[in-house]
Each structure stands twice: as C-alpha cells, then as structure tokens.
T-cell receptor
C-alpha cells in the first residue's frame, strides 16, 4: 500500500514547547515538501528537500526546522520561535525533475496542530 | 506570495449542473495543475496542463489554459454531491526552481443533492 503518511493526526502543544511532525513516504520519491494551511487559505511552503541531506527554505521558514537523513522521511519541527503555529500542516512528495510527471505532488493526510 | 488566484472563492450548485472555476497567475509557467481537497484532508492531484497545451480532459473534468491572459479554468460537468470540496490551482515558475509549486487560495465548491 504505497503512499505518504503523517503522524499524529492531531497535536496539541503548550506555548514555549517544540514539537516534531512526522512525514514518511514509500513512493521512492526524491523530493519532499512541508506546507502550512490556515483556515480559508491556500498552501504556503515552509521547507522543501530535493535529495537526502539537503533542504531549502520556502516562503515561511522562520520558526521551523527540518532534517532529511533518509529518503523516506522528512520530519518538521515547530519551534517555540514560531509565534503563531496553530495551523494544518501538509507534507508532500514528488519524483525528481527529468521524469515526465515530476511536478505532480502527492500529499499526506495532514496534521492539525493547536497551541494551547 | 500567492501566484495563482482562484475565483470564485465559493460556488454552490445543484447536482447535475456544471461547475466552472477560474485561476489567474502572474509569472511565466511550465505547467499548471489543479488539486482537490476534501475538508480536513490532504490534497489530491486532478490534472496537469502544460504551457504548450490549450485544453485537456480527464473524465468529467475539462481544463483550459490561456497563457496570453495568464489564466486557466476548471470545468466539472454533471456534478455530484461527492464533488463537494475545495479546488486549488498550482503553478510552477519557469524562471525558478522546478520543484516549487505556488498554490492559490482555492474555490470551495458545494454541490447540493
């Protein structure tokens, strides 16, 4: 059963705490992405990774950190420096450029983070 | 910054009717995609149209692209209650990273039984 999974589905955090959101894919995709979605809004790119051990900041990287130690995994840490972290977080993956469908992104089910 | 902007923001129709959503963007693109999102779920890819294509079909979906006007439309024919969802357009930037997509704010479609 191939796909991309995120855990947990719901996450509650106290102010001042760091939390890590999990994202795993078994699609053998090279590229992975983290997006943030606020109510009634589109997706905003936080970080993306084209290959293992490499990642780049997206449009709203402040207060977030990532790692890409394995091809299958791209965890996102929401740090206490992120002032407004309550949102829906989506992870996605895609094949590397050069493939005919490299632009298509496959999404996980999302993690809803609430700061108490 | 948001590259794609969909309109309308919300659309309510009866089952069996057609639904048309529009997307406008600002910079040159290699391709444009449409995604669907059911409430509280991840996005699902629907269709991709390349900059050298003008129209594409997939089942009940028809997408058009006008690069001179920097706009695209998504038509869903013979809509069903199960089509109720938010629909997003996403564009790459032909002058930028091949990996990055920019999403619009979406159109919320409600199909009433």
């Amino acid at each position: 059963d191939g796909g991309i999974t995120q855990s947990p589905k719901y996450l509650f955090r106290k102010e001042g705490q760091n939390v890590t959101l999990s994202c795993e894919q078994n699609l053998n995709h090279d590229a992975m992405y983290w997006y943030r979605q606020d109510p009634g809004q589109g997706l905003r790119l936080i970080y993306y990774s084209q290959i293992v051990n490499d990642f780049q900041k997206g449009d709203i990287a402040e207060g977030y950190s990532v790692s890409r130690e394995k091809k299958e995994s791209f965890p996102l840490t929401v740090t206490s420096a992120q002032k407004n972290p309550t949102a829906f977080y989506l992870c996605a993956s895609s094949i590397a450029p050069g493939h005919s469908s490299y632009n298509e992104q496959f999404f996980g089910p999302g993690t809803r983070l609430t700061v108490l | 910054s948001q590259q794609g902007e969909e309109d309308p923001q919300a659309l309510s129709i009866q089952e069996g009717e057609n639904a048309t959503m529009n997307c406008s963007y600002k910079t040159s693109i290699n391709n444009l995609q449409w995604y669907r999102q059911n409430s509280g779920r991840g996005l699902v890819h629907l269709i991709l149209i390349r900059s050298n294509e003008r129209e594409k079909h997939s089942g009940r979906l028809r997408v058009t692209l006008d690069t001179s006007k920097k706009s695209s439309s998504l038509l869903i024919t013979a809509s069903r209650a199960a089509d109720t969802a938010s629909y997003f357009c996403a564009t790459d930037n032909s002058g930028g990273s091949n990996y990055k997509l920019t999403f619009g704010k979406g159109t919320l479609l409600t199909v009433n039984p």
